[in-house]
Structures are given as C-alpha cells and as structure tokens.
Nanobody, 129 residues
Framework: QVQLVESGGGLVQPGDSLRLSCVAS????????IGWFRQAPGKERERVSC????????YYADSVKGRFTISRDNAKNTVYLRMSSLMPEDTAIYYC??????????????????????WGQGTQVTVAS
C-alpha cells in the first residue's frame, strides 16, 4: 500500500534551519510529483512546495520562496524540504503528499487537500525563541 513517512521536524529558534525528509513506498515514485503541505493550529492545511518526478520542476508558496528548497532523490524514493531563515509563522505540522488519483500525473502544484488522498502522518516544526 502507499506509504509516506516524514521525519526531521523539531524545535528551533528563529533564523535556524531544518531539513525535512519524506520517504515514499507503494507506487512508482519517479512518475509522480510530491508535495509538502503544512497546517498551523486553527488554520487550514496549505500548500508549501512541490517537485515533479521526471524533470524535477518545482513550486513554492509565496510565503516560503527564497527560504525553502525542495529536492528529491528518486533512487531513494525520498523528497527533502530544506527550510532556512525559519520564522515563528512557519510553526506547523508539515505533511508530504502524493496526488495519485487519475488525471493529474506528474504536475506541480498538487491539487487541493480535498482531492489529494495520499498523506504522511506529519512532522511537527516549532519555531520559537
């Protein structure tokens, strides 16, 4: 079955960096874009970033452009999210996701959270001084 497992979250200070990892299994990893979403307390889950499988094209939300970098290693079925210059407003649970339903394929950004069905369990990122 499809599995997505995130790791790398933690408690950091403003200005620090973190690297999140997402290891996938149960589907042909290189054929699909993988996205990162986040959900802060009391807020809706929002898109953060995405990377395609074939040409590794990327997408970033405006709020993280220039600070976050997404990458992937198709040989390891892993997607990374390097987060730099972290701010308290980056505090959230971070989820990786894959849009495996027919009709989307290898495109970024992923469709809305109401359509995407394959999610990891999430990893908590807390930015506080």
């Amino acid at each position: 079955q499809v599995q997505l497992v995130e790791s790398g979250g933690g408690l950091v200070q403003p200005g620090d960096s973190l690297r999140l990892s997402c290891v996938a299994s149960g589907f042909v990893f290189g054929d699909y874009a993988i996205g990162w979403f986040r959900q802060a307390p009391g807020k809706e889950r929002e898109r953060v970033s995405c990377i395609t499988g074939s040409d590794q094209g990327t997408y970033y939300a405006d709020s993280v452009k220039g600070r976050f970098t997404i990458s992937r290693d198709n040989a390891k079925n892993t997607v990374y999210l390097r987060m730099s210059s972290l701010m308290p407003e980056d505090t959230a649970i971070y989820y990786c996701a894959a849009d495996l339903l027919p009709g989307w394929g290898d495109r970024c950004p992923l469709r809305s959270t109401s359509i995407v069905r394959s999610w990891g369990q999430g990893t908590q990122v807390t930015v506080a001084s």
